[in-house]
């Protein structure tokens, strides 16, 4: 199983036999193996430096309804809020205060939100904080959309894929959501001249291993420039609240081989990560990542935007992340950069 490492080394690639092959076969010691090598390309693109991205998380107001998601717009118990764009202009100037130099807005799809409101929002962040690099969040939306988002002044998109398996999609989405349509979302991204960010729950219900290597195949084509992955974990008002989380292990495994198939991509630690295991995001900077993304959202606000059960930090101060990330990741010998954080290959192209 070396040898496989070795080549997806070297190669940037296997073949997904191969893929299946290092999965199934995956141990201790070959975990090992496979995050010297990922934290060796890591330190060689960037360092020692892992990326923070403040999270503000403006809406949980959601018209869709995946089956995983604890702020699906059927959860009648989920108590709604919206943050106004003075609140979170707010949350950026105490960001800023605190170091960060990204800001991701994240939030369910909320009509609410209009191209108007949007851009308005996206417009006034930039005007404040020239020099900090903003990331949407907000689900699928039209080429257009996304167009005036990006002459607005955003900057980079995250949008997982979920899942690359058209069957296991339709499993965890109702009917109305398509893959094709979420895949030629994040093409459309690409095209338009965003950072782009895909990537996948790992654990959630009926995934088995071909998903993972078609997960890997499609990161492969797309190429992008940040990829989230993170356990899936149920929330008790879902219809997968008797399923089991994500396992650690596996997530770790996948952060490794994803350092090593995309070596200069931006991979965050999750807060899912963190949820499932009390170290789980120093293990996930250690297997390869290179971005942690507290939350900046009002203390609160928080509580509320649970997509699963027990998520982390929910009753802190965003000071309080921000320091307790900083002893974290320095107790394992990182740091955190007070910068953009782009793709090593975009600096200096804002
Ligand atoms: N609405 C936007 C979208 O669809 O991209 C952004 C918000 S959505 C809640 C953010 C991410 O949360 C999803 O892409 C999904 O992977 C993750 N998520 C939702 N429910 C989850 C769960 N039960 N366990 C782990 N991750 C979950
Ligand atoms: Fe909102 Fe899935 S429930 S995007």
């Not at 296997?14 to 299946?20: G, I, T």
């Not at 998601?69 to 919206?82: D, H, L, P, T, W």
């Not at 996948?200 to 998903?211: A, E, I, K, L, R």
């Not at 992955?229 to 495994?253: M, N, Q, R, S, Y």
């Amino acid at each position: 199983m070396k040898k496989l490492i070795d080549k997806l080394h070297k190669t940037r690639g296997l073949e997904p036999a191969e893929f299946k092959e290092l999965i199934n076969n995956r141990c201790p010691e070959l975990s090992e193996y496979l995050f010297a090598k990922a934290r060796a390309v890591q330190t060689e693109n960037y360092g020692q430096d892992v990326y923070i991205r403040g999270l503000i998380e403006f809406t949980n107001y959601c018209k869709n309804d995946c089956y995983y998601c604890g702020i699906r717009k059927s959860n009648v118990k989920a108590e709604r809020y919206r943050l106004t764009k003075e609140q979170i202009l707010q949350c950026c100037a105490m960001g800023y205060e605190l170091g960060f130099r990204t800001f991701v807005l994240q939030g369910g799809e909320d009509g609410h939100y209009t191209d108007e409101r949007m851009t308005d929002i996206i417009r006034a962040i930039k005007k404040n904080h020239p020099d900090c690099a903003l990331t949407i969040s907000i689900g699928e939306k039209s080429y257009d959309t996304y167009k005036a988002f990006f002459e607005a002044g955003a900057d980079r998109y995250l949008l997982r894929h979920e899942t690359a398996n058209e069957e296991h999609y339709g499993r965890l989405h109702p009917q109305q959501m398509l893959l094709k349509n979420r895949k030629q979302c994040l093409y459309d991204l690409k095209k338009i001249g965003y950072q782009v960010g895909c990537g996948f729950m790992v654990g959630s219900p009926f995934q088995n291993t071909d998903c993972l290597v078609e997960d890997l195949m499609f990161l492969k084509e797309l190429n992008p420039h940040m990829v989230g992955i993170g356990p899936f974990i149920p929330h008790h008002d879902t219809p997968f609240a008797g399923e089991k989380a994500g396992d650690l292990e596996l997530v770790l495994f996948l952060i490794g081989i994803i350092r090593l198939l995309l070596p200069t991509v931006l991979l965050p630690a999750t807060t899912a990560l963190g949820t499932i295991y009390p170290e789980g995001r120093e293990l996930g900077i250690l297997a390869g990542g290179n971005v942690v993304m507290p939350n900046l959202s009002p203390k609160d606000v928080r509580k509320k935007y649970l997509l699963y059960d027990n998520k982390i930090c929910t009753g802190d101060e965003a000071a309080e992340c921000r320091h307790c990330l900083q002893g974290r990741i320095e107790k394992i010998g990182y740091k955190i950069a007070v910068t953009r954080g782009d793709h090593i290959l975009l600096k200096g192209k804002t």
